[in-house]
Structure formats: structure tokens, C-alpha cells
């Protein structure tokens, strides 16, 4: 071999080590492929418990609810992954209805109340978060002195919150649609429509994202979010100055772990749901992300409601997954921020 | 009428820097009223800098510019009345053979009929007519070096300048480029400054050749001066192919002063410097030494032909004479054969330059051989 | 050659296409909403197009100047957004711009609002200028610099050069870089999303209709409804901006430098470059200052701690690192390669080839994401769920460029040392591997470098195509900032720009100080 330039072997070196590092993990045992939706770090932490504590692997992608649909859906001739973890209600009704899941009744379910799971066990409910009005304490201090806060949904009709409330759009994401069917839920269609338009004269805009406006009050960029409990008690617990206000009759959501069909590891799939509707992986999630546990035996997260105080909507499943592209649909034409 | 009225251009001991490097050391030149006056000199002489401080695309460090006794220094390139012909042309590529002419016109806000009356005009002096609506990119190398001629002459400037203009076309256009730029200048009259590294083409296109080497001038004069009257022995290299030699004055034989080189003894021209030691430096042009075959001639040196190349109109012989190469052309060579072997050589001394072999004229001498 | 094209790029547009059924193509053209979509999205994309390519212009125009002060400087920083994650910028400027931005907010006391269609021309402006800076640095670099003296010398003053050579003469790379930032600005969806506020685009409710209700076929369908405009603005581009180029190649110029700049002028481009840039360095001082911080806007004592995340997704970094240089050496070669064969051989379908290989710069990166599910998810190629899949959509994602670049440095090779080259017998292979190839090494390694950076932090495509254990960091960041977590973003987003850094310091290093970024 020719003396080379000292300049080119680094070049090569460097070039090759990139290339050959860490290859195709190949891990002892076949790991599950876990699709999340929840918070990323929570979902990290929550394989590494795995690992500890049954010895099995584990590994994830988190992806939005969407997201996680659309792979599955695309990936229905070969799936690639073996679990759905913190898919809301709608989504994995929409699933199960696609045909992309697999039932798996684990022994665990009872452990939950049934009403929290499918009937058909193509879902298991392992959380439970609530619909609240999130608002940021120190502008509102500021700006609106010793006013009460909101209390109710119909608080947030005062003239005076205009342009200072933000909501999330149902047409893309699943909090916003929560919301909008939990006001048909509580006022019956015609009127929730009157309150949505109410509303609306209110909203600075709506969201794309469901998560967006508990950042943006967090932040305080807005005074007031529509918001899921968990995002508000996050926001909190970082140290930042805002309230979350429990309204009656709040919309409500349920975080399910669905088995999909025809995965590569379905052992290990149903493995990884017994575990992880056990005691302490939920309170795991319920500590790091402040979602509400549907286990007595997990203590609630920092700084939330119990579930028996709370007042919730008698959210029909069924009725939202039968009318959403009629509401979706209805819903856009009516409202255009 | 004295020198400095007939001046139309008029450099007075320019100086230009860049850094520590003298581009231009000390210029002072007249340009005759419709002349036509080459700066020539070898790559990196300075000669392009002194056509950019007249055109005013750079200011002098020192020394003064005038065109008809008008000071130039400050006068951006805009408000100065000279145009300058590019080497690369710089034909604006998204301007039509018209647009590009009247460039120039259009800025000084002429009436539109004017502008293309006067384009029109320039354009058929360039016999450029019916390649108006072209696109430079689609005309070839000597139309467009008539397009940035034309786009100059247009403006009517008072002196044209023009750097190497010939330097990005064939050497048969060249020739043919050539001849038309000269005689387009004698047409108009326009005092022309010419920038050129090619010895052959300013001989052939110019009044007056200023020789520029190191900065400075190192001589000023017509073609036929510069050539057979060269300032020093650079200008004598430079210009044309030359033989120098070292020679020596000696007494002759008839008691008279007489030149020895090598074994050759010249009677000395009148008039002539000479050095104390008598030692001289001599050039002596290939044309100027007869050669003929050893036996025909009873007089001048005997020389060995080392090689001969067929030139057509002359045969070049380098000959061996007395341990020094010389270099020899014979002018007509037709009908007779090569010479090789012994030669006689024959010198006529009018056509000898002579300059006393000051040190530096030996140091250059040396360098050059 | 031709059947990596036709499978990678051909086969999963038409795939995408026959995705949406009849009933998705209607709702697109029936439903109002869309159309107002369509509209915003033309709206904006014009509008931060044409402020793009201005600051653009300014930077490239100031950076050809070489008496303006700080040239080199504002070289540096117009790059700066590309290195950075997509989303990265935009949360930067709400933080600092935003109605409680640093700057609005706490130091100037304003109370004005970044969210809305003002917003989001702000921040596409920042974030695509240096496209059209990349595209018009390249042509003004080009112009002859004889011709603004030229002008000068046949009576145009100050303004009059400018307007009569200048501007005329870098009027087809205006267009061009026009058009290259067109397409990029109708398939942002990121930018919109975070400040658009109540102004909706297309290409968020495309990414939305995936990330939120998982509805493919209807996202298939919005997507498709961007490609039109994209296409179209593809193809004015190619065949008609590009037709009228004056690119000429004059070889060795009179004066290696234009004429001096105007001394108020030269000082006004350098504030201009200076404001911008003191802008993006701010944006750039948040990312930092925000990993170190122990909560954005509350608590700024300084801590590790988000740093803990980076170290512990580690591998997402690795194989980001890995997964772009596979990326950026395979391109940059196919782009070197296909180059050589469609400029410089007879190769039937030529045009095709050619058409195909830069076809990928007009397809919305959330459309790329899409296709590839669909069409790599079953045998004959199932690539899904591979580390091959996420390199390939990189590959081809950045490929346009790459492989301009590559046709760009052939076209000033004449043809003639080829041909020499072919006249003493060497086979095509050798002719490029031996002559070609070095005379466009330049070329290679701009493509190498652009594409292994682009591929670090893109996004729209490869959320879509990542699995267990081939996860790259940049959608970690997206996860993180969506979440509002943006301490652990910020976190990590200075790690992947660290990287990219030490990166280019390596290669840098490796090839002797050759290497000349982005001279493309």
C-alpha cells in the first residue's frame, strides 16, 4: 500500500467510525417496540423500569396520537411494532375499528374499573386526565387586579377575557376535540354549539397543537388556556405562576395500552401491558407527567384534584367517534381563527 | 507650437503604490492630439495601473493627469472624458448589441432619435449593422471586440484607452483585428493609448511606443526608434530578438579606435560613449549579420551553423563564434540551401548599438543570457 | 442510476397520489376551509419569498463587496439558521420577540403580538434567507466585476451601476432563488405552526391531519394539493428562469475586484447585515442560555440539568451523526456520479434522469415522509422500521442540491480536458474517476457538506420513518418543544449544533483547510 496522507487516514478514520458505531442494535431476546404518545422523558424512563424490573427490552418512538395511527395504518401489510401506549379514546377507537389492534384481556385489567377499558379488550385505560381552565396568576394579578378567576365554562363568556383565552383546534388535535364534544355532552348539541360560538368571540386562536396553550400561558402569552389537568400540573410544578381551575362538567380522557395486530413480538407485547398496568410504572407516569392513575393503589400527582371531586361529563364514546367528521366538519366552517 | 501644446494627454511624474510594491514609479508622458501611443512592457510592469489612474478607476499617490490642460485627479471614471476597451470586452451580457452602445449615451440622457442615430453611425463604422438585437454570447470573438470598440467610440471621448485588446482572439484575427482598430484611429483622430505586451503588434499599430519595465519608462519614441535605436540594451532585448555581446575598444590596427568581439575587430562608430577600461556592452539585431558559406567571403569571422530553422521568410541560423551563440538571420532564403558547417559572418557597424558596460548593464546581461 | 431514481423518488409520489380515495379529493375541493388554506399559504408563501430573497440579496451583495466591514463575519452568521433544528429558530423568536419575549416583552416594554400571518413572515424570512443568500452569494460571484467598472467608465454613477448592470445582471438568480424559496415556504409547516396563531397554512393542516387524527388519506390528498404549486414554481424555475441565466464563465477577468462601494452605501449594507445578524446570534444566545437556565422565563440560575436528558438519549445523537454522513457520502457520490452520466454522456432518458434527480427539492418533506410509509412498508422493499429507510429519505431529500452542485462544477470543466483525456483512451469510468472527479472535488465537498447538515436537522420527513432504536435527535427536540419542555430542547438542540460544529471542524481539519463551505 502507498504511504497515505496522514490528513486522509483521519479523514477515513473518522468517516468510518461514524459509519460503523453503534450498528443495528442487536439486543439478547427480542425487544418490544413500544409506539408512545406520551412525554418523551416520561416514556424513556418508563423502558428503562421495564428493563429493570422484568429484565426484558424495551424500546420506543414517541409520536403524536396522529402519528401513531398513521404508521400503523401505513404499516398494516408488516407492523413493526407491538404496543400503543397513551393513545387517547378516540384514536384507538378509530383504530380498533381499522381493524389494527388485537384484543388482549390482561390479567391486569381488573385492576382498573371497566368502564375505563373497552369492553372488548382492544384497549386498556391505564390513566385518566380532565379538561380545566388553566390560567397564568401573575398577569392576571396584574392586569386584572382582585377579580375572581373563572370558575365555571360559562365564566369564560365575560367580554372582558377577550383575545386573552387560547384553545386547542379539534380539526388537529384530540384535546380539542375532547372539548368540544364534552360541551355537547354537558349542554346537548344545539346549545354546546351556542356556547362554542360564545366562546369563540373570546379566543385569540386556536391551536393546531393540543399542548400549545398551556405553553403559551405558561409562558404568558395569554392570559387563560382550555387545557388537559396534566399539561396545567406540569407547568406548575416547573415553577411557573399559574392555576388550574376544575369548571363542572369538565370533558375527560382516558390514556389506553393496545396490543396491534400482527406484530413481530406479540409475547412481549402482552408481557409489556401486564407490566406496565401494574403499580409502579403508572405511578411513574403519574409523577412525571401528572396524569390522574385509575389505580387506588397509586398516589395522585403533585397538586391534583382526587377523581371523586371532580365533576365529569358523561362522555359517550360511541356518539364521538359516530359524529366527528360531521363535527370536525360543522366546526370548520363555523369557526376560522 | 511647443510640446506641451500639442499634449492632449498629459502624465506628470505618476506614482501609484500597492502596499510596499511601486506599480508605478515616476511616469511622465505626452500623448500626441490624435495619436496613437502604445505602453508596452512585459507582464506586471505597471503598464495596466497606468491606464487605470488615466481612466480613473484608481488615483495616483503623486503627480498630475491632463486631458487638453484639464487636471483629472479626483474625477471619478464617470465624469472623466476617456472610455476604455476591456481585455475581456465586459460587454454587458444582458444587453443587445444596440443596448450596449447606447449604454453610454442613454446615461447622458440624449433624445432617443439621437441615441440611435449615433449608434446606428458607430455601428456601421464597425460593420456591426444587422447584429443589433444579438445578445453578446451569440457573436463571435472579433464582433464582439468591435462591439466594446464601438460602445467606447460612441461617447466620443477625448482619449481612448485601450488594454490588450487583441489578447482574447486568434492570432489570424488578431492580425486582421488589428489593422482595423489602426485604421478606424487614423479615420477619427482619436488619441488612442494602447496597452500591449506583444512587441510585433505595438511596432505594427503605433505612433509613438512608450517601453515600460519595472514601473518606469525606458524609453519613448516611434516604432523605428524604439527598434533600431533602443534606449539600453533591455529595450533592445525586449523589442525584437537581439544578439548582446561584450565587446572591448581597442586601438586597431590602422591606429584608429576599433571595437573587438571576439576575434571580430569593427571600426568604432563616431560619436559613441565610451567607458574608461573600454569595456562596452554591443546589440546587434540577427538581420544585421550577413552570413554566408566560408568560402565566399574573404572577410569577417568564421563561424559553426549549430542548428537552422526554416522560417519562410528568412532562415534563423544559431552560430557558434568564438565560444559564443549568435544568433543570425538570413532574409532571403529562397532557392538556396540550408548552410551548415563553417560560415563567415559580416557585421555592418552602423547597425551596432553601443552603450559602456556600467555594472548594472553586465549584471542585466548576464541575467539575460 | 435510473432505477435508484424511479424507486426513490418516482415510485412513492405516485404511490402517495393513488392513496386518497374519491371521497378525500372532494372534501379537498369542496370544503371552504381548504380553499382559505390555499389561500394563506400562497399569501404567505409570496410574501416571506420575496422579504427571503431581499435579505438575501442584501447579505449576498454585501458579502461580494469586499470593502464592506464585517464581510466575512456576516458570511458566517447567514448560514447559521440551517445548522439549526427546524422549530429551533421559531421558539427562539417567540422568546424573544413574542408578546413576553426578552426583547418586546421585558426590555422595550412592548405589547405587541407575533402571533398571525406578521409572525410568520418574520420567522420564514429568517429562517429560508439563507437559501436565497447560498443561491444569489454564487451568482454575484459570477458577474465579471470589469462590468460595474465598465459602466462607470461610460458615464453611470453610484445608483446608475447598480440599477443598469448589477441588478439586471443577478435579475435570473433573483427568480431562481425566488422560486427555490417559494417551495420551501409552501411546505413549511413548522414555522406556521408555532406562530401563526389564528393564520392557518396547508402544510401545517397536512402535518396536523397526521400528528393529530392519524387520517393518511386525507393528509395524502392536502399534500398532494401542495405539490401542484410546488411543481409548477419547479418547473418555472427549471425551464425558464434557469434558460435565461447569464452565468458566463469569462476566465480571467480585468479586475479581480469591483469598484470601491460608496462609503454611506458600504456602511448601510453593513448595518443592515449587522442588525439581522445580531438578531439570529440572539436567537442563537437563547438556545444556549436556555439549556443552562433551570426554567425558561422563571428561574435563570444556571444548572446541568437538561443536559441529563441529552446524555441519556445519547444514541439518538450517534445516530443522527451516523445516519447523516452515510447520507451525505452516498449522495454527494450518486450526486457526483448521476451528474457526470446525464451532463456528460448519451445515456438515453437523459432529461428524465436529470428532471428526476432535482425533482426531490419540490416535494413538501411532510408529502417525502408520507410516500415512503406507503411505499416501502411491504415487500419487494420493505424498509420501514430499517435505519435504511431514514438514510435514504435523507439521501433524497438533499439530493437536488448535491447534485446541482455536481452539475454546476461540470459545466465550468470544459468539455475539452475530458475529451483529451478520452482522445489518450480512457474508458468514461476512468475519464471521471481520474480528470473529472478531481476537478470538481470543490463541488463534492460543498455537496457533502450541505447535505450531511441538512440531514442532521431535518425533520418534516424523517418523523415519519423512524423506529425503535433509529430515532435521531431532531425529533426528540420537536417532542421536547411541543411539550414546552424547553430547557431539555434547548438541551439537546445545542448538542446536535455542537456536533454539527465539531463536525465540519473535523472534516475541515481532515482535508487540509480545502474545504470551502458552501461554495455552491
Known amino acids: ?337 | 507650437m511647443t510640446a506641451a501644446d500639442t499634449a492632449h494627454l498629459r502624465l506628470v511624474g505618476i506614482a501609484k503604490h500597492f502596499g510596499a510594491t511601486a506599480a508605478v514609479a515616476g511616469v511622465s508622458l505626452d500623448v500626441a492630439r490624435g495619436s496613437l501611443t502604445t505602453i508596452l512592457g512585459p507582464s506586471g510592469c505597471g503598464k495596466t495601473t497606468l491606464l487605470r489612474l488615466i481612466a480613473g478607476f484608481l488615483e495616483p499617490d503623486a503627480g498630475e493627469i491632463r486631458i487638453d490642460g484639464v487636471p483629472q485627479q479626483g474625477l471619478p471614471p464617470y465624469r472623466r472624458t476617456t472610455a476604455t476597451v476591456f481585455q475581456e470586452y465586459a460587454l454587458f451580457p444582458h444587453l443587445s448589441v444596440f443596448d450596449n452602445v447606447a449604454y453610454g449615451l442613454r446615461l447622458r440622457r440624449l433624445p432617443r432619435p439621437a441615441v440611435a442615430e449615433r449608434v446606428r453611425r458607430v455601428l456601421g463604422l464597425m460593420r456591426l449593422d444587422g447584429l443589433e438585437a444579438r445578445l453578446p454570447r451569440a457573436l463571435s470573438g472579433g464582433q464582439q471586440q468591435r462591439v466594446a470598440l464601438a460602445r467606447s467610440l460612441v461617447v466620443e471621448p477625448e482619449v481612448l484607452l485601450m488594454d490588450e485588446p487583441l489578447s482574447n482572439l486568434d492570432a489570424k484575427l488578431r492580425l486582421r483585428v488589428r489593422a482595423e482598430i489602426r485604421e478606424i484611429q487614423t479615420r477619427l483622430g482619436i488619441t488612442t493609448v494602447y496597452v500591449t505586451h506583444d512587441q510585433e503588434e505595438a511596432l505594427a499599430i503605433s505612433d509613438t511606443i512608450a517601453v515600460m519595465q519595472a514601473g518606469r519608462l525606458r524609453q519613448v519614441g516611434s516604432p523605428r526608434a524604439i527598434y533600431e535605436a533602443p534606449a539600453d540594451p533591455w529595450v533592445a532585448a525586449f523589442v525584437g530578438e537581439v544578439n548582446l555581446l561584450r565587446a572591448t575598444v581597442v586601438v586597431g590596427s590602422a591606429g584608429r579606435p576599433a571595437l573587438r568581439l571576439g576575434a571580430l575587430e569593427l571600426p568604432l562608430p563616431p560619436g559613441v560613449a565610451v567607458a574608461p577600461d573600454g569595456a562596452m556592452v554591443v546589440a546587434l539585431r540577427p538581420e544585421a549579420i550577413r552570413i554566408t558559406a566560408a568560402g565566399d567571403a574573404r572577410d569577417g569571422p568564421i563561424g559553426e551553423v549549430l542548428d537552422a530553422t526554416y522560417l519562410g521568410t528568412t532562415v534563423r541560423y544559431r552560430v557558434q563564434v568564438s565560444g559564443h551563440p549568435l544568433t543570425v538571420d538570413d532574409p532571403d532564403p529562397a532557392g538556396k540551401a540550408l548552410l551548415s558547417g563553417p560560415v563567415r559572418l559580416g557585421v555592418d557597424p552602423a547597425r551596432l548599438r553601443l552603450w559602456p558596460a556600467t555594472p548594472e548593464l553586465l549584471r542585466q546581461l548576464d541575467e539575460s543570457a | 442510476m435510473a432505477a435508484g431514481l424511479a424507486l426513490f423518488v418516482a415510485f412513492p409520489i405516485g404511490r402517495v397520489l393513488l392513496e386518497p380515495g374519491a371521497g378525500e379529493w372532494t372534501r379537498l375541493l369542496t370544503t371552504p376551509r381548504y380553499l382559505r388554506l390555499l389561500g394563506n399559504t400562497l399569501g404567505i408563501a409570496a410574501l416571506s419569498t420575496v422579504s427571503a430573497v431581499a435579505l438575501g440579496f442584501l447579505f449576498a451583495y454585501a458579502t461580494a463587496r469586499p470593502d464592506v466591514p464585517g464581510r466575512r463575519l456576516f458570511r458566517l452568521v447567514a448560514l447559521l439558521p440551517l445548522v439549526s433544528p427546524p422549530f429551533v429558530g421559531g421558539l427562539a423568536v417567540i422568546l424573544l420577540f413574542g408578546r413576553r419575549g426578552l426583547v418586546t416583552h421585558s426590555l422595550l416594554g412592548l405589547r405587541g403580538d407575533i402571533y398571525g400571518w406578521h409572525g410568520v413572515w418574520l420567522v420564514q424570512t429568517l429562517a429560508f434567507f439563507p437559501i436565497a443568500y447560498l443561491a444569489l452569494a454564487g451568482v454575484l460571484r459570477r458577474i465579471n466585476p470589469t462590468l460595474e467598472h465598465a459602466a462607470r467608465d461610460l458615464g453611470a454613477r453610484g445608483f446608475q451601476v447598480f440599477r443598469t448592470v448589477t441588478l439586471p445582471l443577478a435579475l435570473p438568480g433573483l427568480a431562481s432563488a425566488g422560486l427555490l424559496v417559494g417551495i420551501y415556504t409552501l411546505s413549511d409547516f413548522g414555522n406556521p405552526m408555532l406562530v401563526g396563531g389564528a393564520f392557518k397554512v396547508l402544510a401545517t393542516e397536512t402535518y396536523t391531519q397526521v400528528t393529530g387524527w392519524g387520517d393518511l388519506k386525507m393528509a395524502a390528498a392536502l399534500s398532494a394539493a401542495l405539490l401542484f404549486p410546488s411543481l409548477a414554481l419547479f418547473l418555472v424555475q427549471r425551464y425558464w428562469i434557469e434558460r435565461g441565466s447569464y452565468a458566463t464563465i469569462t476566465g480571467k477577468g480585468s479586475f479581480a475586484d469591483p469598484p470601491p462601494t460608496p462609503r454611506p452605501v458600504r456602511w448601510a449594507l453593513a448595518l443592515g447585515c449587522g442588525l439581522v445578524g445580531s438578531i439570529l446570534a440572539a436567537t442563537y444566545a437563547v438556545v444556549f442560555v436556555g439549556a443552562f437556565a433551570r426554567t425558561w422565563g422563571v428561574d435563570w440560575r444556571p444548572t446541568l440539568v437538561n443536559f441529563e436528558y441529552t446524555v441519556f438519549r445519547g444514541p439518538q445523537l450517534a445516530n443522527s451523526i451516523r445516519f447523516a454522513a452515510m447520507a451525505a457520502l452516498g449522495g454527494s457520490l450518486f450526486a457526483v456520479v448521476a451528474a457526470f452520466l446525464i451532463r456528460r454522456t448519451r445515456v438515453p432518458g437523459r432529461g428524465l434522469l436529470d428532471f428526476a434527480a432535482v425533482l426531490p427539492a419540490a416535494l413538501p418533506g411532510t408529502l417525502t415522509g408520507v410516500a415512503y410509509i406507503l411505499a416501502f412498508n411491504t415487500p419487494p422493499l420493505a424498509l420501514t422500521g430499517t435505519a435504511a429507510i431514514v438514510v435514504a429519505a435523507m439521501l433524497v431529500r438533499t439530493l437536488p442540491v448535491g447534485y446541482r452542485a455536481a452539475a454546476a462544477g461540470l459545466t465550468q470543466i470544459a468539455p475539452a480536458i475530458e475529451e483529451s483525456a478520452a482522445d489518450l483512451g480512457a474508458l468514461p469510468l476512468r475519464i471521471l474517476r481520474e480528470v473529472t472527479l478531481p476537478l470538481i472535488r470543490t463541488a463534492f465537498t460543498g455537496a457533502l457538506v450541505f447535505t450531511f447538515i441538512r440531514s442532521m436537522t431535518t425533520l418534516s420527513a424523517v418523523v415519519f420513518l423512524i423506529s425503535p432504536g433509529n430515532v435521531v435527535a431532531s425529533v426528540s427536540i420537536l417532542a421536547l418543544a411541543e411539550h414546552g419542555d424547553w430547557g431539555q430542547a434547548s438541551a439537546m438542540a445545542t448538542a446536535l449544533m455542537t456536533a454539527i460544529f465539531l463536525a465540519l471542524l473535523i472534516f475541515r481539519l481532515a482535508t487540509g483547510g480545502r474545504l470551502r463551505l458552501f461554495e455552491l
Do not use: C
Open chain 1, 1 to 337: 500500500m502507498p504511504p497515505r496522507d496522514p490528513r486522509r487516514l483521519l479523514l477515513a478514520s473518522v468517516l468510518s467510525a461514524a459509519l460503523l458505531t453503534a450498528g443495528p442494535a442487536t439486543a439478547q431476546g427480542r425487544p418490544v417496540m413500544v409506539y408512545g404518545v406520551i412525554h418523551e422523558y416520561t416514556l424513556a424512563r418508563l423502558m428503562q423500569l421495564f428493563e429493570r424490573q422484568t429484565g426484558g427490552k424495551a424500546d420506543f418512538i414517541r409520536l403524536s396520537a396522529g402519528e401513531v395511527a398513521t404508521r400503523v395504518q401505513a404499516e398494516r401489510q408488516g407492523p413493526k411494532g407491538d404496543v400503543i401506549f397513551g393513545i387517547s379514546r378516540a384514536i384507538a377507537e378509530s383504530m380498533k375499528a381499522q381493524g389494527l389492534l388485537e384484543p388482549y384481556p390482561s390479567p391486569r385489567r381488573g385492576d382498573v374499573p371497566a368502564r375505563y377499558s373497552d369492553a372488548e379488550a382492544y384497549w386498556t385505560g391505564s390513566s385518566l386526565t380532565v379538561q380545566g381552565i388553566m390560567v397564568n396568576t401573575e398577569r392576571w394579578k396584574k392586569e386584572l387586579g382582585g377579580a375572581p378567576m373563572p370558575k365555571t365554562w360559562e365564566d369564560l363568556l365575560d367580554p372582558k377575557y377577550q383575545g386573552l383565552i387560547v384553545a386547542p383546534s379539534p380539526l388537529s388535535s384530540g384535546t380539542g376535540f375532547t372539548f368540544v364534544v364534552g360541551q355537547f355532552f354537558r349542554l346537548g348539541e344545539e346549545k354546546g354549539w351556542e356556547y362554542l360560538k360564545a366562546l369563540d368571540r373570546n379566543v385569540r386562536f386556536y391551536t393546531p397543537s393540543g399542548i400549545a396553550p398551556a405553553r403559551m400561558v405558561a409562558a404568558g402569552e395569554f392570559l387563560i388556556a382550555i387545557t388537559f389537568a396534566h399539561d396545567a400540573l406540569k407547568a406548575i410544578s416547573a415553577g411557573y405562576p399559574v392555576a388550574l381551575v376544575h369548571p363542572p362538567g369538565a370533558s375527560w380522557d382516558i390514556g389506553s395500552v393496545s396490543l396491534i395486530k400482527g406484530g413481530p413480538n406479540p409475547e412481549g407485547g402482552k408481557r409489556f401491558i401486564d407490566w406496565v398496568l401494574g403499580r409502579d410504572p403508572i405511578q411513574l407516569i403519574v409523577d412525571l407527567n401528572f396524569e390522574g392513575p385509575l389505580r387506588a393503589d397509586v398516589s395522585l400527582p403533585l397538586g391534583a384534584t382526587p377523581l371523586e371531586k371532580l365533576d365529569l361529563v358523561d362522555y359517550k364514546l360511541d356518539w364521538a367517534a359516530q359524529n366527528r367528521s360531521r363535527v370536525l366538519k360543522l366546526w370548520g366552517e363555523l369557526f376560522k381563527k
